[in-house]
């Protein structure tokens, strides 16, 4: 059973737009969440992460969403770029240090 | 230049000839993991190793071998490979802590006939 899920395999939008990757989870154990980013040929990078404490965390181009109650969180990117396509990964961490993925979701930002 | 080195990076074999892939770091990680991609599953977690001489099971580990004799090193080993191990792995190492932000090789294709 998947305890992290990434519901939309693909998502495609226009540059300049707003882009919105969505998870949700259900360990309420988890204490840490990170989004990787993977291009083609390449490993997961980091890009941003959020704590089980907090509701919001942003990095320039970049916000994270957490909603505790729905176990649901969702990364933000605006506005888009065409550099922005890749791969989207959630994950969360449990106690300790292991994490926990989600299967993906493509992201295409159209020039 | 920090890093996590993976070789090879593309590998064909056939059924049950053992194969190992290799791991390095050069940036004193104690915390290194093995993981597999397949699609629709995302990445998961093969197995682990808090620091030397310290591994333990992920979430699939069977038919994989691992060691962790140095700290830069984590071999991944494949003693008798099968169609079903076809898959992208990637290693990943990292300083543990809150986050446990792991930084990944670029990954090994592995195909078995």
């Known amino acids: 059973d998947q305890q992290v899920k990434q519901n939309s395999p693909s998502l495609s939008v226009q540059e300049g737009r707003i882009s919105i990757l969505n998870c949700d989870y259900t360990?309420?154990?988890?204490?840490?969440f990170l989004w990787y980013k993977k291009y083609p040929a390449e490993g997961p990078t980091f890009l941003i992460s959020?704590?089980?404490?907090?509701d919001k965390n942003e990095d320039g181009r970049f916000t994270v969403f957490l909603n505790k109650s729905a176990k649901h969180l969702s990364l933000h990117i605006v506005p888009s770029q065409p550099g922005d396509s890749a791969v989207y990964f959630c994950?969360?961490?449990?106690?300790?240090?292991?994490?926990?993925f989600g299967a993906g979701t493509i992201l295409r930002v159209k020039s | 230049e920090a890093q996590v080195t993976q070789n090879p990076r593309y590998l064909i074999t056939v059924t049950g000839k053992k194969l190992t892939v290799t791991c390095s770091q050069n940036?004193?990680?104690?915390?290194m993991s093995w993981y597999r991609q397949d699609p629709g599953l995302g990445l998961r977690q093969i197995y682990y190793?808090?620091?030397?001489?310290?591994?333990d099971k992920g979430d699939v580990p069977e038919g994989y071998k691992v060691s962790r004799k140095e700290k830069r090193n984590f071999p991944l080993i494949l003693e008798s490979p099968s169609p079903n191990q076809t898959s992208l792995y990637f290693c990943?190492?990292?300083?543990?802590?809150?986050?446990?932000?792991?930084?990944f090789g670029a990954g090994t294709r592995l195909s078995v006939l």
């Open positions: 990943a190492s990292s300083f543990g802590g809150a986050k446990n932000i792991q930084y």
């Open positions: 360990n309420s154990m988890f204490d840490y």
């Open positions: 959020i704590s089980s404490i907090k």
């Open positions: 994950a969360a961490k449990e106690y300790g240090n292991k994490l926990v």
């Open positions: 940036m004193n990680h104690e915390y």
């Open positions: 190793s808090m620091n030397v001489e310290v591994t």
